[in-house]
């Protein structure tokens, strides 16, 4: 009986720790990430979105949220909801993705996001990324400040 229970908690112990790994796995910001790799990360997940746990590509986007856009975003619970309603919900596990520089400064850059859906319809986003200039761990981190709302671009067939 208590090698069963000690199998037990072994069995237990090893999905917890498991669970907390997965987690870490998410990347986080640091300054050597350039604007097109923050962007990059965040689609990424956002097309393999629970791949490493439920919502992790919503959370790796997060990751990647600059504080300010946050404020408006609200905490991630709201962030998840507002993916997954219609305004951003064909992000979620899309086919494919395209990123293109259309401006950018010193602090900021500005990208033109295309993605196929899991529908197969283009859809195309303003995707900006500027340098958190505050003190702190996200000093000198490029992070997203805005997202447009997509535009639909029409079928790939």
Do not use: R
């Given at each position: 009986m208590l090698k069963k229970l000690h199998l037990t908690f072994?069995?237990?112990?090893?999905?917890?720790?498991?669970?907390?790994?997965l987690k870490a796995e998410l990347k986080t910001p640091n300054n050597s990430i350039l604007p097109a790799e923050v962007i990059k990360i965040?689609?990424?997940g956002l097309?393999?979105?629970?791949?490493?746990?439920?919502?992790s590509g919503i959370e790796q986007t997060w990751n990647f949220?600059?504080?300010e856009n946050k404020k408006f975003t609200g905490p991630l619970p709201h962030f998840k909801m507002m993916i997954k309603g219609r305004s951003y919900q064909m992000l979620l596990d899309h086919l494919s993705h395209t990123i293109t520089k259309i401006g950018n400064g010193d602090k900021w850059?500005?990208?033109e996001v295309i993605i196929l859906d899991k529908e197969k319809i283009y859809h195309k986003f303003n995707w900006q990324v500027e340098k958190y200039t505050d003190e702190g761990p996200l000093k000198d981190c490029w992070l997203t400040t805005m997202v447009s709302s997509p535009i639909p671009l029409g079928s790939s067939i």
């Open positions: 072994s069995v237990v112990l090893i999905f917890l720790l498991n669970i907390s790994s965040q689609l990424v097309m393999n979105n629970d791949e490493k746990f439920k919502d949220a600059h504080p850059a500005q990208f």
